[in-house]
T-cell receptor, first 111, second 113 residues
Framework: GQQLNQSPQSMFIQEGEDVSMNCTSS?????WLWYKQDPGEGPVLLIA?????ELTSNGRLTAQFGITRKDSFLNISASIPSDVGIYFC???????????FGDGTTLTVKP | GAVVSQHPSRVICKSGTSVKIECRSL??????MFWYRQFPKQSLMLMAT?????????EQGVEKDKFLINHASLTLSTLTVTSAHPEDSSFYIC?????????FGQGTRLTVV
């Protein structure tokens, strides 16, 4: 089946630093989604990407849909303590709606 | 605001009993919803696809008689964990597709004692 390789697995950064994480796949996706999950909560959608090459921002977050449609990255600028959590990428194909998830990147921000 | 609501957020049940979890799309109709299971510090594992008005599609290895799914309306899907055992303790999350992406409920923490 389809698999997403998400890296890094975890990050420990200082408040104010920028963060970058990415997902790659051997399969092509039509849509890339990035989520943040806080402990005990469901994932919250941060950014959705629909076209190859698309670059989209949401506040301090920026994500891009790779040209090959097999990868995506998420950047967080000027990190703050509330950015702590687990970030997941997800790829969608077609209209079936079934998502393939990366294994997540756990972000820790030190004040 | 939330577009998918899941209830309850936490439930503790005795071994051998059944537990029902509800997933509602709040401001849109969802002909398809998805149920996931998540173990601590792991990614989401798709259990089944819930189809309005028809049988759910289960992923390989997921027992359909154990995890009953009913999608009786365009805004509600339910997951019933039957004859629950401690190994069924987990975090269960539903999601629904809508224009703009796939949205998740708040999740249900099930503890079987």
């Amino acid at each position: 089946g389809q698999q997403l390789n998400q890296s890094p697995q975890s990050m420990f950064i200082q408040e104010g630093e920028d963060v970058s994480m990415n997902c790659t796949s051997s399969s092509i996706f039509n849509t890339w989604l990035w989520y943040k999950q806080d402990p005990g909560e469901g994932p919250v959608l941060l950014i959705a990407l629909y076209k190859a090459g698309e670059l989209t921002s949401n506040g301090r977050l920026t994500a891009q849909f790779g040209i090959t449609r097999k990868d995506s990255f998420l950047n967080i600028s000027a990190s703050i303590p509330s950015d702590v959590g687990i970030y997941f990428c997800a790829g969608l194909t077609g209209n079936a709606g079934k998502s393939t998830f990366g294994d997540g990147t756990t972000l820790t921000v030190k004040p | 605001g939330a577009v998918v609501s899941q209830h309850p957020s936490r439930v503790i049940c005795k071994s051998g009993t059944s537990v029902k979890i509800e997933c509602r799309s709040l401001d849109f109709q969802a002909t398809t919803m998805f149920w996931y299971r998540q173990f601590p510090k792991q990614s989401l594992m798709l259990m089944a696809t819930s189809n309005e008005g028809s049988k759910a599609t289960y992923e390989q290895g997921v027992e359909k008689d154990k995890f009953l799914i009913n999608h009786a309306s365009l805004t509600l899907s339910t997951l019933t964990v039957t004859s629950a055992h401690p190994e069924d303790s987990s975090f269960y999350i539903c999601s629904a597709r809508r224009q703009g992406g796939a949205f998740f409920g708040q999740g249900t923490r099930l503890t079987v004692v």
